[in-house]
T-cell receptor, first 115, second 114 residues
């Protein structure tokens, strides 16, 4: 069965600094990978996804993530954060062919951007 | 499209009462998920429907929880009787047809059982 580990529960950073949110997954089959963002009192919104092809994927709001199969990682990055990026970020995995096709989420990382 | 619609947004109930949460998925989507979010356990999958049929309900905590999807445009999650430990935010999400991967989430129902 698949699983997702988000290594940091909270990441504080100053505005305009770069940030990386870490995500590692475990699966015995091919996977699709996702990052979602949750603003306070809201549902989850898709930031970006990796299905196949180029391992560097770009999403909304200037975020990008890189799929590393050998390290089973899918870290999220942004070169310069803004106060409005303060939110909870979730990494998710779906097992592809032969898998359950059910999204499994990590515990989330709270990104706190300070002025 | 209005997106996934959940109701109510907030629910406060007394222990022992029945609670029903409602979800209207995006029109044309054929997969529906119910998740529960708590500080302690994060986002947990409760149940997954495909074409209105429950496919995986292994995440339903116990017999007090039940979910139905009588048609493609409506689903309910019922807790009877409710307990304080059921307090959480419950999310419904839907996904399109074969080959679609993105799940679209509703805004959630914040349940408080006192």
């Amino acid at each position: 069965a698949q699983s997702v580990t988000q290594l940091d529960s909270q990441v504080p950073v100053f505005e305009e600094a770069p940030v990386e949110l870490r995500c590692n997954y475990s699966s015995s089959v091919s996977v699709y990978l996702f990052w979602y963002v949750q603003y306070p009192n809201q549902g989850l919104q898709l930031l970006l996804k990796y299905l196949s092809g180029s391992t560097l994927v770009k999403g909304i709001n200037g975020f990008e993530a890189e799929f590393n199969k050998s390290q089973t990682s899918f870290h999220l990055r942004k070169p310069s954060v803004h106060i409005s990026d303060t939110a909870e970020y979730f990494c998710a995995v779906i097992e592809g062919a032969g898998g359950s096709y059910i999204p499994t989420f990590g515990r989330g990382t709270s990104l706190i951007v300070h002025p | 499209d209005a997106g996934v619609i959940q109701s109510p947004r907030h629910e406060v109930t007394e222990m022992g009462q029945e609670v029903t949460l409602r979800c209207k998925p995006i029109s044309g989507h054929n997969s529906l998920f119910w998740y529960r979010q708590t500080m302690m356990r994060g986002l947990e999958l409760l149940i997954y429907f495909n074409n209105n049929v429950p496919i995986d309900d292994s995440g339903m905590p116990e017999d007090r929880f039940s979910a139905k999807m009588p048609n493609a445009s409506f689903s309910t999650l019922k807790i009877q009787p409710s307990e304080p430990r059921d307090s959480a935010v419950y999310f419904c999400a839907s996904r399109g047809g074969a080959g679609d991967t993105e799940a679209f989430f509703g805004q959630g129902t914040r349940l408080t059982v006192v």
